[in-house]
C-alpha cells in the first residue's frame, strides 16, 4: 500500500472513529437521563413559545386598546389571587366608554431585567401593542444581585439592525458577549433552534442527573446525602440576610440589591443606558410607553437606617433617561406601607382588596389611560363589508 | 471567547483555514488579525485600551533601546502598566478602602466600580513589564511592532495564560508556527484532557457542591465542610490547568509551543515545591520580576524572609482585589517563610516521588487546602464561618458520600495524570506507530469532546478569566 494511501485510510479511520466515539457518549447521556428520570430547569429557550404565544394574543385581541405590560416576577400571580395584570384588566373592563377600553397583556420572565427586555425589543415590538407599560423593579438597575445574566441565549433575538448599539451597550458585563451575541443569533438565522434545544434539553437533564445516581449510591453504600446542600444553602442565606423574626431584607443585603439607588445613580450609568436604549427602540417603533418604577419597601429601608441621601438623584435621574427617551414615569416607589410586602424581594401582597396588587392596579391603571392613545374609530359598514370579503 | 464553548470552535475552523489557504509569509499578520478579533469578539470596547497600551509601551521600549538611560524607560514602562491595572483592577477596592480615612474617596466609589475590569489584563500587563525589563538588561533584542503586538495577544494565552517569556515565544514567532502532524496530535490530545478537565470534573462534577458549601458556610455539618474544602481544591486545580491544557493544545496545533504550567501540585512535598508546581508561569515571573529584583536571598536571611512574604502577598493581590487574596497569599508567604525558618532543604520539583513522601505530600495538600478557603469565600467572616465549619464535628454521623467519591475520582486522575505525563512521549510514539492509533484517538477524542459538550449544562466560566 502507497504512503498516500496509507495517510488517507488512517484520516478515514479517525474521522469514522471519531464520530462513532461522539455517537456512543450521545448515546450514553441519553441512557443516563432517561434512567435517572431527571427534570430540567427553566432556561432561556422555554422564552420563545411564551413569547410566540402573548404575541399571538396580542394580534388576535379585537379590542379597542392592546397594552403590553413587560416586567418580571411582580406580574406573577399567586395560587388563587389575582395577579397585578389581573387586576389591571379588571380596572379597565369597569372603566366606561370606549375611550376607556383596553386589554392588558401580560409579558413576564423571572429576574431578566432590562438585559432580557432589550434582546426582546424587536419581539415586543412586532406585536404591535397600542402601549407598553415596562415595569421597573429598583434591584434591576444594581448589576449585582441578579448575578450574572442566565438567560445569554436571548442575544439571539437581536435584529441586526441593533447590532452596533448592542456592542456599544454594557451587556457584555452580563455575559452578552459580541459573540454570543453572533453566535446566537446565527443559530436563529440558520433555523438551528430545535437542535441547538435538544443540546441544552439534555445537558440540563444531566446535570440534574446528579441527585437520583446520589440516591442510588447512598442506597448501595449509606452515608449521607448532599440533594439539601442547595436548598440548605438558599434557605441559609435567606435567615443571613433576613432580619430576625421578618421576612425583609437585612442593611446589607439591601445595600447589595439598591444601594446604587440609595446613594445615587447618574444617567449615564450603566443601567440606565441600557434602559434608555430599550425605550428608544419602542420609541422608533412609535409605541408608547409608560415605564412605572415598581414599589420598594421604603419603611423598612427607613427602619434600617439606610441612607435616602442619593434617592432623589437617582430618581430625577431614571426620570431623564425615561423622558429623553420619549417615554413617561409613574413612580410607585414608595407607594406601599410594609404590611403590604410579602418578602424581601420586595414583591407586594396579592391578597384581598386591601393588597399591594389592589392598590398599585388603579394608579398604574388611570397613568396608562393617560399615556394610551385613543381608539381607532370603529370601522364602518362599509370597511365591515369590505373585510369580510377579503 | 471560552474555549469550550461553540463559538470558538468555528473562530479556530476560520483561523486555520486562512492558515493553511494564505501564503506562509502572512501568518504572523493572519496571527495578529485573528487574535485582535478573538479579543473584540469578546467586548469591541475593550480593544482600543489593549491596543494603547500596547502602542505606548512599544513606543517606549523603542526610545530605550536608543537612549543611553535605558533604566528610565524602563521605569516609565512599569509604571504606566501598573497604573492601567491598579486603575481597573484596584481601584474601587483602594477607594473603599481608604473612604473611613479619606472621605472623598468615598464619592469615587461609583465611578471606579462601573470600571469593568478588561480580560486578561493581568496577564497582559505583566507579559508587557516581562518584555520591557529583558530588552532593556538584553536578554532579548527589540522585535517589530507586529511582533511585540502578537507575542502579547497571541490568542491561546491572551485571557489566562500561560504567562509567556520573550524568550520562549518570540523566536517560534519569527520562525512561523511548524505544523506538524505529531504537533497536531499532541495539540488535540492536550485540547480534549483540558476540556474534559473543565466541563466534567470542574463544572460538572465538583461545582453543584462546592457552590452551595462555601455560599453560606457553616450550614452543613463538619464532613461537608471538609469535603467541600477538597472538592474545591480539586475545582479550582481542574478549572484552570483544563484552560492552560486547552491553551497548550491550541498553540501545539497551530504549531507553536507554550510552557507547563501545572505539574501536579497536590503531590507536593513542601512549599516551595507546591509553587515549582502550581502555576508555574506566574511563580517564576513574581520569582523572576519581584522577588530578584528585591534582593531575592542576597541581602541575608532576614530581608530574603521579608522579601518573600512582599513576593506572596503580592502574588495574593494580583489574584484580586480583596483583602481574602491578600490574605491567601500572605498564608502562602508565611507557610514559606515557616518552611525555611525550620531550615529544610528546598526540593526540585523533578525528584520522584516515593512512598515515605506520603505523609509529607498529605499535610502538604492539607495546609494548600485549608488556605484555599479564605480565596474562596466571599468575605473574611465567611472564612472564619467556614474554618468552624469543619471544626463543627458530626464526623461520626455520616459523610457526603458522592461529593466524597468525586474528591476520590479527582485524587485518582491526579496521580494518574502524574503517571501519563511522564510516560507521554512513549504513549504517543505508540499510538502513532500502531495501525489502530488513529482509530482509538478518533474514538477517545469523539467521545471526550461529546462528554464535554453534554456536561456543559452549568455554563461556567473559567475562575482564572476574573483575575
Not at chain 1, 45 to 52: E, S
Not at chain 1, 79 to 94: E, I, K, T, V, Y
Not at chain 2, 86 to 109: C, M, N, Q, T
Not at chain 2, 158 to 186: D, F, K, S, Y
Amino acid at each position: 500500500m502507497s504512503t498516500r494511501a496509507r495517510a488517507v485510510l488512517r484520516a478515514m479511520s479517525f474521522v469514522l472513529s471519531f464520530a462513532m466515539g461522539s455517537a456512543l457518549a450521545w448515546s450514553l447521556g441519553g441512557w443516563v437521563v432517561a434512567k435517572s428520570g431527571a427534570a430540567r430547569n427553566g432556561t432561556a429557550l422555554d422564552l420563545p413559545p411564551l413569547v410566540h404565544k402573548w404575541r399571538a394574543r396580542m394580534m388576535n385581541d379585537g379590542g379597542p386598546r392592546r397594552i403590553a405590560i413587560v416586567g418580571d416576577s411582580m406580574l406573577f400571580a399567586l395560587p388563587g389571587m389575582p395577579s397585578l395584570p389581573d387586576r389591571l384588566n379588571a380596572f379597565f373592563r369597569h372603566q366606561k366608554g370606549r375611550n376607556r377600553q383596553a386589554t392588558v397583556h401580560p409579558l413576564s420572565w423571572p429576574a431578566w431585567s432590562m438585559i432580557g427586555q432589550y434582546c426582546v425589543a424587536d419581539e415586543i415590538v412586532a406585536a404591535k401593542p397600542d402601549l407598553i407599560a415596562l415595569e421597573l423593579n429598583a434591584r434591576s438597575l444594581e448589576p449585582g444581585p441578579l448575578g450574572i445574566f442566565s438567560y445569554t441565549e436571548m442575544a439571539g433575538w437581536i435584529e441586526p439592525r441593533r447590532w452596533l448599539e448592542a456592542m456599544r451597550l454594557p451587556l457584555w458585563d452580563a455575559g452578552v458577549t459580541l459573540n454570543r451575541l453572533l453566535f446566537y443569533r446565527l443559530l436563529v438565522a440558520a433555523e438551528l433552534e430545535a437542535p441547538w434545544r435538544a443540546l441544552i434539553d439534555r445537558q440540563a437533564r444531566l446535570l440534574n442527573s446528579r441527585d437520583p445516581v446520589e440516591d442510588w449510591l447512598v442506597k448501595k453504600m449509606g452515608g449521607i446525602t448532599t440533594q439539601g446542600a442547595s436548598f440548605m444553602s438558599s434557605f441559609g442565606t435567606q435567615i443571613r440576610y433576613s432580619v430576625p423574626g421578618k421576612n425583609r431584607g437585612t442593611a446589607e443585603m439591601l445595600d447589595r440589591q439598591i444601594g446604587s439607588l440609595m446613594r445615587g445613580m447618574d444617567a449615564d450609568s450603566p443601567r440606565l443606558r441600557l434602559l434608555g436604549a430599550l425605550l428608544r427602540r419602542f420609541h422608533e417603533a412609535g409605541i408608547p410607553t409608560v415605564v412605572w418604577l415598581s414599589p420598594i419597601n421604603v419603611e423598612h429601608l427607613k427602619s434600617l437606617g439606610m441612607s435616602f441621601a442619593g434617592l432623589d438623584h437617582s430618581i430625577a435621574s431614571v426620570r431623564a433617561v425615561v423622558e429623553a427617551s420619549g417615554a413617561e414615569l409613574a413612580d410607585f416607589h414608595g407607594l406601599l406601607p410594609d404590611a403590604l410586602f410579602r418578602d424581601a424581594g420586595d414583591h407586594f401582597t396579592l391578597d384581598g382588596e386591601h393588597s399591594g396588587g389592589a392598590i398599585l392596579a388603579p394608579r398604574l391603571g388611570r397613568a396608562l389611560l393617560r399615556a394610551v392613545p385613543s381608539p381607532a374609530p370603529p370601522p364602518s359598514t362599509k370597511e365591515n363589508a369590505a373585510r369580510a370579503v377579503q | 471567547m471560552l474555549f469550550n464553548s461553540f463559538q470558538f470552535a468555528l473562530f479556530f475552523a476560520v483561523v486555520m483555514g486562512a492558515l493553511v489557504a494564505l501564503p506562509r509569509r502572512l501568518e504572523g499578520r493572519v496571527l495578529v488579525a485573528a487574535s485582535l478579533s478573538f479579543y473584540a469578539l469578546w467586548v469591541p470596547s475593550l480593544l482600543p485600551l489593549l491596543m494603547g497600551l500596547l502602542a505606548g509601551n512599544y513606543l517606549l521600549v523603542r526610545m530605550m533601546v536608543k537612549s543611553g538611560h535605558p533604566g528610565r524607560y524602563v521605569a516609565v514602562s512599569v509604571v504606566l502598566t501598573l497604573s492601567v491595572l491598579s486603575l481597573y483592577k484596584y481601584g474601587a477596592f483602594a477607594a473603599e478602602s481608604l473612604a473611613p480615612l479619606v472621605p472623598s474617596a468615598h464619592r469615587a466609589v461609583p465611578k471606579l466600580a462601573a470600571l469593568v475590569l478588561p480580560f486578561g489584563i493581568s496577564f497582559y500587563s505583566f507579559e508587557i513589564i516581562s518584555l520591557s525589563v529583558d530588552i532593556r538588561h538584553g536578554r532579548l533584542p527589540c522585535p517589530s511592532f507586529g511582533r511585540y503586538v502578537l507575542f502579547v495577544t497571541f490568542f491561546p494565552h491572551l485571557v489566562a495564560g500561560p504567562i509567556m517569556r520573550g524568550e520562549e515565544l518570540l523566536p517560534q514567532l519569527e520562525n512561523g508556527g511548524r505544523r506538524t502532524p505529531e504537533r497536531t496530535r499532541r495539540g488535540l490530545w492536550l485540547f480534549a484532557v483540558g476540556l474534559l478537565k473543565k466541563t466534567l470534573l470542574s463544572d460538572f462534577l465538583l461545582l453543584p457542591f462546592v457552590t452551595p458549601a462555601f455560599t453560606t458556610p457553616g450550614v452543613l455539618e463538619g464532613p461537608a465542610h471538609l469535603v467541600a474544602m477538597y472538592s474545591f481544591a480539586f475545582q479550582i486545580y481542574f478549572d484552570f490547568s483544563g484552560y492552560s491544557d486547552m491553551a497548550r493544545g491550541i498553540a501545539c496545533v497551530l504549531g507553536y509551543e507554550l510552557p507547563t504550567n501545572f505539574e501536579e501540585p497536590y503531590l507536593s512535598r513542601d512549599p516551595s515545591e507546591f509553587w515549582q508546581r502550581w502555576h508555574i508561569t506566574l511563580s517564576r515571573w513574581l520569582r523572576d520580576y519581584l522577588y530578584v529584583p528585591l534582593g531575592g536571598n542576597r541581602r541575608g536571611p532576614a530581608r530574603t524572609l521579608a522579601n518573600l512574604m512582599i513576593t506572596m502577598l503580592l502574588g495574593g493581590l494580583w489574584h484580586g482585589a480583596g483583602f481574602n487574596f491578600i490574605l491567601w497569599g500572605g498564608l502562602h508567604g508565611l507557610l514559606l517563610v515557616g518552611y525555611r525558618l525550620l531550615g529544610r532543604r528546598t526540593r526540585e520539583h523533578a525528584e520522584p516521588l516515593r512512598w515515605a513522601d506520603l505523609p509529607r505530600v498529605l499535610v502538604m495538600f492539607h495546609l494548600v487546602c485549608l488556605i484555599w478557603i479564605p480565596f474562596r469565600t466571599a468575605s473574611f467572616k465567611d472564612a472564619i464561618l467556614f474554618y468552624r465549619g469543619l471544626a463543627s464535628g458530626g464526623y461520626l454521623h455520616g459523610w457526603p458520600i458522592l461529593p466524597l467519591a468525586i474528591v476520590c475520582l479527582c485524587a485518582a486522575l491526579h496521580l494518574l495524570e502524574r503517571a501519563i505525563r511522564e510516560r507521554l512521549p512513549l504513549l504517543h510514539a505508540k499510538l502513532a506507530g500502531a495501525w489502530w492509533g488513529p482509530a482509538f484517538e478518533g474514538l477517545m477524542m469523539g467521545g471526550a469532546l461529546t462528554i464535554a459538550i453534554l456536561s456543559s449544562g452549568a455554563g461556567v466560566q473559567f475562575i482564572y478569566f476574573q483575575f
